[in-house]
């Protein structure tokens, strides 16, 4: 079993930047992703990195979200930018024991439990 560990969702002004983290001991040997899932909406994928360090975003959160690693604190990082009414929910983080990230958010192996992220306007 792989523990995923979430930090860093606080409450955060409209405009304002915020930066999670996930802690796992082998967060760089595979794919990770973020998730995030608003109330009453389906879990979807934020951003992955694969095993060499591609990154890859979804198509609306370009050039605001940035996911890295921090080999040092062997921890995935989402660096968020310009913060907007329709980014609060949970943010999970997850990873697929494979070099290339999966398509399919069910063929990811662990998860982590979440960390709340919300926004005053």
């Known amino acids: 079993q792989v523990e995923l560990v979430e930090s860093g969702g606080v409450s955060v002004e409209a405009g304002g930047s915020l930066t999670l983290s996930c802690r796992s001991p082998?967060?760089?040997?595979?794919?990770m992703c973020w998730f995030r899932q608003a109330p009453g909406k389906e879990r979807e994928e934020v951003a992955s990195?694969?095993?060499?360090?591609?990154?890859a975003y979804a198509d609306s959160l370009k050039g605001r979200f940035t996911i890295s690693r921090d080999y040092a604190e062997k921890a995935l990082l989402l660096e968020m930018t310009n913060m907007k009414p329709e980014d609060p929910g949970t943010y999970c983080c997850?990873?697929?024991?494979?070099?290339?990230?999966?398509?399919?958010?069910?063929?990811?192996?662990?998860w982590g439990q979440g960390t709340q992220v919300t926004v005053s306007s």
């Open positions: 997850a990873q697929a024991q494979r070099s290339v990230c999966p398509t399919q958010k069910e063929e990811y192996d662990y």
């Open positions: 082998n967060t760089r040997a595979y794919c």
């Open positions: 990195i694969s095993r060499l360090g591609t990154p």
